[in-house]
């Protein structure tokens, strides 16, 4: 089966510094990942996505990198902001076009 | 643009009761999911409908657990009886025709069983 798996359960920054948020998946034929953020009492909220095509997607303060030779992902947020904390999911799909989503990484910007 | 609305925001039952969420996806949204998430864990997929039909329900334990989409737009969860280890957060999301994998989630209902 598929699973997907946080590196770090836990991440404190500094208000300003950039973040990483790393992610390893163990199916080689998932081919589309997505990383969601999770606010205390909210649903996951969609923040950047990437096909096994690229290895690098950009949004707005954040990007995704893709390493499909060690089946890694990372979230890196640049500017970290004290709205930036909560928890963050990767997830995957692969050809059974289903998410699977890992533990989540909470992470915590300090001022 | 309205989100999933999901109700109640809260629920907190006895064990061997039964219990229902429901489910009002984003307009024009076709495909509607049903995920469990536990305490520090991530989403867990217990159904999803293509418009009125589900296409998925590999992971709903269908022993106590069964979710229904009549006409294709809300849709509801039931637990009965429930049991201790019920007790998480359960959320909906929807996605457009053709968009499966991008997901709107709604914020939950957190259930507790005692």
């Known amino acids: 089966g598929e699973s997907v798996g946080l590196h770090l359960p836990t991440l404190s920054v500094q208000e300003g510094d950039n973040s990483i948020i790393n992610c390893a998946y163990s199916n080689s034929a998932s081919d589309y990942f997505i990383w969601y953020k999770q606010e205390s009492g909210k649903g996951p909220q969609f923040i950047i996505d990437i096909r096994s095509n690229m290895d690098k997607r950009q949004g707005q303060r954040v990007t995704v990198l893709l390493n499909k030779t060690v089946k890694h992902l990372s979230l890196q947020i640049a500017a970290t902001q004290p709205g930036d904390s909560a928890v963050y999911f990767c997830?995957?799909?692969?050809?059974?076009?289903?998410?699977?989503f890992g533990s989540g990484t909470q992470l915590t910007v300090l001022p | 643009e309205a989100g999933v609305v999901q109700s109640p925001r809260y629920k907190i039952i006895e064990k061997k009761q039964p219990v229902a969420f429901w489910c009002n996806p984003i307009s024009g949204h076709n495909t509607l999911y049903w995920y469990r998430q536990n305490l520090g864990q991530g989403p867990e997929l217990l159904i999803r409908y293509e418009n009125e039909e589900a296409v998925d329900d590999s992971q709903l334990p269908k022993d106590r657990f069964s979710a229904e989409r009549l006409k294709g737009v809300d849709s509801t969860l039931k637990i009965q009886p429930a049991e201790l280890g019920d007790s998480a957060v359960y959320l909906c999301?929807?996605?457009?025709?053709?968009?499966?994998?991008?997901?709107?989630f709604g914020p939950g209902t957190r259930l507790t069983v005692t």
């Open positions: 999301a929807s996605s457009p025709q053709g968009a499966t994998y991008e997901q709107y």
């Open positions: 997830g995957s799909s692969g050809s059974a076009r289903q998410l699977t």
